[in-house]
Every structure is written in C-alpha cells, then in structure tokens.
C-alpha cells in the first residue's frame, strides 16, 4: 500500500505531465538538456507557453534549470531519469512507480520491483 504523503507526490508528477504538450517536453528532455527557444520549436509551441509548462514540471520536481550565459537550460532531474536502450528512450521514476517513455512514442506506467 502506498503511504499518503507518497501518492501525493505520485499524483502531483502525473498532474505535471498530464498535458499533453508538457508530455512531449518530458519527452525532449529525455534525450537531454534544451533551451526554452528549441523545446518550443521541437513541440510546435509558443516559448512563452513552454515557460510556463517548464514552471510546473520544475514546481512538481520532474525537471530542474541552470542559466548558461543567456540561456536557462533545461533537464529530467537526474536522480529520477535512468536512460533506456533496446526502444525505450528513458524511465522516470516517480516514487514507487516508474513511467518508460519508448522510442514509438508509447509510454507505459509500472509499480517498481
């Protein structure tokens, strides 16, 4: 059974990327870090739109930000994102589940070992 302060947590990630347009920013950010300018172009949305779906995934702890020169870079906090290989680009853990982002495009969700 999970405890409640757990599947708070739990539930505040998915809530973050439960759009899906910061579903295709987790997506990116798997691959690596990105600027703001390029995750817009890569995901067909306005940068200030981005920003503000960056805010939310950052405020729910999926990702993290550091300014280079004139750039804030963003990544998948890397203590929850495990690269893949074989058609599975990355897994994010969340808690006690993780979620498998795969080179299709498909994602699939599983209560960890």
Do not use: W
Request: proline share 4%.
């Amino acid at each position: 059974m999970i405890c409640p302060t757990t599947a708070a947590g739990v539930a505040t990630q998915l809530a973050a990327i439960s759009n899906d347009i910061r579903l295709r920013l987790l997506f990116r950010l798997a691959s690596g870090p990105q600027h703001v300018t390029r995750l817009a172009e890569l995901v067909g949305a306005a940068a200030t739109n981005v920003c503000q779906h960056l805010q939310l995934m950052r405020q729910a702890g999926l990702i993290e930000s550091e300014r280079k020169k004139l750039r804030v870079m963003y990544r998948v906090r890397p203590e929850i994102l495990t690269p893949g290989s074989e058609g599975v680009l990355a897994t994010i853990a969340l808690g006690p589940y993780r979620l498998e982002l795969r080179t299709d495009g498909e994602v699939s969700f599983r209560q960890s070992a």
